[in-house]
């Protein structure tokens, strides 16, 4: 066989294998990630697209992770399950969709036909749910595969920025849908949000659809407070003393307390603070994620027609906060406060998890 016919042959070889290859985030067991070279994702199944990332977030989801929170994340599994990225490849079975396209990843893969599904929550898919960065490899890496493309992506309108989009992945949809919507902030309503983080902000914005009087912000970090004025809260409180918190919430409110106390934090102290500043009739809608359980205060609050609801992000929401971000009704990027390129991830997980320090709130990786 001639040389000059079988070393094209080799090259191509060798390209197609450095080819197959991927930079990712890796979770290397309980407080380990890594940065690794892994295998870069193909389509298996006729619904299935793989994304080529453009940029990426970490949530407080990831640190939970880290932290030993979440069990089922097995070690070597990539995380991250928001995003947005350029269509690479797609399932025979995938209409919606083509290579090319700049698409949104959702947090939630949802199938679109099982009994849940067929009920809009999403969240608890039979073949899906928060499986990204979970069950199955996540955004954090140069390409992530996605299964039930079709009704798990969504296109990136015109006029958007790349930030803004990143938002609508899952903060966006997480404080719109178990924050706002499950509390039924209704005009003229007094809100008060507990936790100034992401979540908490998605929230206060999105809160501001439905023309609260008041959005009374509460946190530990003056700076997160002071951002949120700038956001639409009214008011704010520093909770580092919780009964001077609750005594000035009952001040705020002619002694009535809140229609709506949103949860966006996940601790027995920040739920106590909400479970104690409702006035009767008034709504808890819980955010934040629970590690440990909280004390319900049941002797005081059955008399008080008060409502509980919990919840994970179903993304039902997604294309009608699309259109607000099309039409600048709300401009979710001022929640953006650092930017990464994507081989300095672990230092962006060092500013996020010191983020009070570094006056933290999104956090945007870049791929290009
Ligand atoms: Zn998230
Ligand atoms: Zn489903």
């Not at 380990?32 to 298996?44: I, N």
């Not at 995003?83 to 939630?108: H, L, M, R, T």
């Not at 999105?206 to 951002?227: A, H, V």
């Amino acid at each position: 066989m001639c040389w000059s016919f079988v070393s094209p042959i080799i090259s191509k070889l060798f390209f197609e294998r450095r080819n197959s290859k991927m930079k990712a985030l890796v979770y290397a067991g309980p407080g380990k990630k890594e940065l690794r070279e892994v295998e870069k994702p193909r389509v298996v199944k006729d619904s299935d697209a793989v994304v080529r990332l453009v940029k990426t977030t970490i949530c407080g989801t990831d640190l939970h992770i880290l932290g030993g929170d979440v069990p089922a994340v097995k070690e070597g599994t990539i995380l991250g399950h928001e995003g947005i990225g350029i269509v690479e490849e797609v399932g025979a079975g995938v209409s919606n969709f083509k290579g090319g396209d700049k698409v949104i990843i959702s947090c939630v893969t949802s199938c679109g036909k099982c009994h849940y599904c067929k009920k809009s929550l999403y969240a608890h898919c039979e073949d899906g749910g928060w499986i990204l960065g979970h069950l199955i490899n996540g955004t954090q890496a140069e390409y992530v595969h996605i299964p039930h493309a079709d009704n798990s992506l969504y296109h990136v309108p015109q006029g958007i920025s790349d930030d803004a989009a990143v938002m609508i992945s899952d903060i966006l949809p997480t404080g719109f849908e178990v924050g706002v919507l499950s509390g039924q902030v209704s005009p003229g309503d007094v809100v008060a949000i507990v936790g100034a983080g992401p979540i908490g902000m998605s929230a206060l914005l999105t809160s501001q659809f439905y023309s609260p009087s008041k959005i009374i912000m509460i946190d530990l970090d003056d700076n997160r407070l002071e951002e949120s004025k700038k956001f639409g809260a009214t008011e704010t409180i520093n909770s580092r003393d919780a009964q001077a918190t609750i005594d000035k919430i009952f001040e705020l409110t002619d002694g009535r307390g809140v229609d709506v106390a949103i949860e966006a934090v996940g601790y027995p102290a920040t739920f106590d603070i909400c479970q104690r500043i409702l006035s009767p009739g008034g709504h808890l809608a819980n955010v934040g994620v629970h590690g440990k359980p909280v004390e319900l205060q049941l002797q005081d609050l059955w008399i008080r027609n008060v409502t509980i609801t919990t919840g994970l992000v179903s993304t039902n929401t997604t294309p009608l906060l699309l259109k607000t971000l099309e039409t600048g009704k709300i401009k979710p990027e001022v929640l953006v406060t650092h930017q990464f390129k994507f081989d300095d991830m672990i230092e962006a997980y060092e500013t996020f998890a010191n983020a009070a320090k570094e006056h933290a709130l999104k956090i945007i990786i870049d791929f290009q």
